[in-house]
């Protein structure tokens, strides 16, 4: 297969892939999987031409940072570009205790509880925990994770961390990786992050990031890394059930998802195609990143991203209110508007 178009994170000189490998999936998220069937996900997604590997400690307590370092530990390390997040750090319980379900979402023993910790010295000893498990001497992007309720220390101690990192060159990159657009907004206008990663906040559902964000990286120069194209699943296959956001989608929502596949339908395209493809109609997109556990789910993300959405989806989708006027789309027509 060619190879993956790729962009610069902000002004640095950190590349991704346009697609890239989310790896929460193979820390056992929600059911297991085993160490052959993750390095095979891994080894599929290489072939595919993907690049970039973004992964977390809270993924399976530090499962798919493990995982990911093995399936990559052969390979040239500047081929590839490795991102991984702090904000939780891992510590050790004295007992394994059931799994990690529960309080995490991940099918893995209990060995580890996650501390909140944004300070300057949690921030370090996640770091080198990451590389312990990731099997390297440094990591491109470093993701401050989730400070939702975290706020005043993940910018009062946490970003200036990161900053200091990166001024040493452990880090190349660094930002924030959050389910919201309001608080990243803050790190791109109030900080000097080179990205973000926004999930499930810019899709063909959810436009909340189009608001302030997207605009506010255009105008700092800083990157957006888009997480969460399908909403949890309903852009993959609205079926009775679907969820959006981890939930059951709403009968509106269902509603439009289904319209989005009928019109993608008509054009000879698809609904994950689409989704897919939506994010890149705004110029601060750097990449789109897929949770992916199994070597199909590499094929048909590649296969559907490789596929060009016809320039007439995108204006019928506008026309018939299914997508926001305000939204840049991918169109081939220069400026997006229709001859």
């Known amino acids: 297969m060619s190879a993956l178009a790729r962009r610069t994170l902000g002004s640095g000189g950190v590349e991704v892939t346009e697609l890239s490998f989310g790896a929460a999936g193979?820390?056992?998220?929600?059911?297991?999987?085993?160490?052959?069937?993750?390095?095979?996900?891994?080894?599929?997604?290489?072939?595919?031409?993907?690049?970039y590997f973004d992964t977390a400690p809270h993924y399976g307590?530090?499962?798919?940072?493990?995982?990911?370092?093995?399936?990559?530990?052969?390979?040239?390390?500047?081929?590839y570009t490795l991102s991984t997040k702090v904000g939780r750090v891992l510590e050790p319980l004295d007992e394994t205790s059931g799994d990690d379900l529960a309080d995490g979402g991940f099918a893995v023993p209990r060995t580890h509880r996650r501390i909140w910790d944004f300070?300057?010295?949690g921030i370090r000893r996640s770091i080198e925990s990451s590389l312990t498990r990731l099997r390297t001497d440094r990591v491109d992007v470093v993701f401050l994770h989730d400070?939702?309720?975290?706020?005043?220390?993940?910018f009062r101690e946490g970003y200036p961390a990161l900053e200091q990192l990166r001024s040493e060159g452990v880090v190349g990159?660094?930002?924030?990786?959050?389910?919201?657009?309001?608080?990243?907004?803050?790190f791109i206008r109030d900080?000097?992050?080179?990205?973000v990663l926004c999930a499930g906040r810019y899709t063909l559902l959810d436009h909340r990031a189009l608001t302030e964000l997207l605009p506010a990286a255009s105008e700092r120069g800083a990157s957006i890394?888009?997480?969460?194209?399908?909403n949890s699943g309903l852009l993959a296959d609205p079926k009775p059930g679907a969820r959006f956001d981890y939930v059951e989608a709403p009968a509106q929502l269902l509603e439009r998802a289904r319209a989005l596949r009928v019109l993608a339908e008509r054009h000879g395209t698809t609904l994950r195609a689409a989704a897919l493809a939506f994010p890149?109609?705004?110029?601060?997109?750097?990449?789109?990143?897929?949770?992916?556990?199994?070597?199909?789910?590499?094929?048909d993300a590649a296969r559907q991203f490789a596929s060009r959405v016809p320039d007439d989806f995108w204006w019928e989708a506008r026309a018939e209110g299914l997508l926001p006027a305000s939204a840049p789309i991918p169109s081939s027509v220069a400026g997006g508007e229709r001859p």
């Open 26 to 51: 193979i820390g056992n998220l929600y059911s297991p999987i085993t160490d052959e069937q993750a390095a095979t996900a891994v080894d599929h997604a290489w072939n595919a031409g993907i690049r």
């Open 61 to 79: 307590l530090g499962l798919s940072e493990r995982r990911i370092g093995e399936a990559l530990s052969g390979r040239d390390r500047s081929s």
């Open 119 to 121: 300070s300057a010295d």
């Open 147 to 154: 400070p939702d309720h975290h706020a005043e220390e993940a």
């Open 173 to 186: 990159a660094i930002g924030a990786g959050m389910n919201q657009a309001e608080m990243l907004t803050r």
């Open 191 to 195: 900080t000097d992050v080179d990205a």
């Open 225 to 230: 890394v888009i997480g969460g194209v399908f």
């Open 280 to 299: 890149f109609g705004h110029p601060a997109v750097a990449s789109v990143l897929v949770g992916i556990h199994a070597p199909e789910q590499v094929t």
